[in-house]
């Protein structure tokens, strides 16, 4: 399986660059896996609706830009569905199991995503009710992505 993690705006902190670069390792015995840092915009303290608008879309056409044609797109969106672990190795699996082994995960900026990327993603995938910094979203997303690979090989991960 081929995986990508489309992510807008670079890794700065060095406990995410870590973090990045153990779970890389660990999944990469499972498929291979790559991140695509793509640029994010300056967004100003009071952004009105329609610079949010820009800034999205602008974001946005870097994403698709760098996005495989033919790949599953896989937006993280906060009003996506919500899956449990067993749940999403599962929905990997099925991914896997109808020839789609070509997957891309799409990360926003810190004000998310361009509608236009969420209504083109073959699934919307919530995290969780909660707000994580768009950064650490990668950490948590690579985790569980491994957590999966675990689960659908039958082997064994903490809890």
Do not use: W
Request: glycine share 6%; charged share 30%; net charge positive.
């Amino acid at each position: 399986m081929k995986i990508t993690i489309i992510a807008v705006g670079k890794a700065r902190e060095k406990f995410i660059k870590e973090g990045v670069k153990e779970y890389t390792k660990r999944l990469s015995r499972f498929c291979n896996i790559k991140i695509i840092e793509t640029e994010d915009e300056q967004v100003p303290n009071n952004i009105s609706p329609a610079q949010e608008k820009l800034i999205k879309k602008k974001e946005g056409e870097r994403i698709l830009k760098r996005a495989r044609p033919g790949s599953t797109l896989i937006a993280l969106d906060m009003k996506g569905v919500k899956l449990n672990s067993e749940g999403f190795a599962a929905k990997l699996n099925q991914y896997a199991l109808y020839g789609d082994s070509d997957i891309t995960f799409i990360i926003g900026g810190s004000i998310g995503l361009d509608d236009e990327i969420i209504q083109t993603a073959n699934l919307k995938l919530s995290l969780s009710d909660m707000t994580f910094p768009h950064q650490l979203v990668r950490i948590i997303l690579l985790e569980q992505i491994y957590r999966a690979f675990k689960i659908i090989n039958d082997e064994i991960y903490h809890k």
